[in-house]
């Protein structure tokens, strides 16, 4: 049985043009004689660089986000969606990337993983954090988060995968333009770990009030390829 994976991008004030974001792609396995390589590729979803990056490290939380793309020296500064922390002693560099991820299979969930080592990002010994993507108990736009190393700069790549979604199901990606009623409930938890550490308590209001009937009355958008 396949599940339907609804998905949009969120568009705010809080957030980058929503159009310079790749549409998030599945690929068909290389390897189509295997049938343990042909299950696999209908439960994995590839999401894409928008831009190039390059993040160059400074004194305590003071990075700089630099693109080839953007002659701002400090894209962080006109840029909502670039910022860094520090949790547990550790440096923290957040991604905003405005993918929301809903489903009506309350069951269906992703390990969101670091990108494979094919890709052209430079990372070094900095790490992209991994988790889990519960994205059918409550939905939230996905932030991709980075342990900063002791390199002096990372750089990511327009066009190679930021991060990999692996579900527990097969998964069907239907592009919804979202009702009101879903867009208001991804704004109660949207960037909450800007205000607070404990979300746990949230995410559980969250899954409380996931409005799962919404999602069969979102118009489908069509791609024309």
Sequence with gaps: MTSKLYWFLLQSQDTAPSNIYPYPRMEKTTVPMCPQT??????IVYLDMAYNLDVISGKGNDYIFQSREI?????SKVNPVLHAMQHDGDDIVHIHCPYVFLSDN?????????????TKHALGNSKVIEG?????????????????????KLQLVKGDHIAKLVFNDDVELIHIDPTDKILDYIKTSFQVTL????VRDIFK???AIYPYKELEKCEKIIHNR
């Design 195 to 198: 205000y607070t550490k404990g």
């Design 38 to 43: 042909v299950k696999v590729q209908n439960r």
């Design 106 to 118: 309350k069951d269906l969930e992703a390990n969101m993983l670091a990108p494979d080592v094919t």
């Design 71 to 75: 002659t701002e020296p400090n894209i």
């Design 205 to 207: 209001r969250a899954a």
């Design 132 to 152: 889990l993507l519960p994205v059918g108990r409550y939905g939230r736009s996905l932030d991709v988060a980075i342990r900063f190393g002791e390199m002096e």
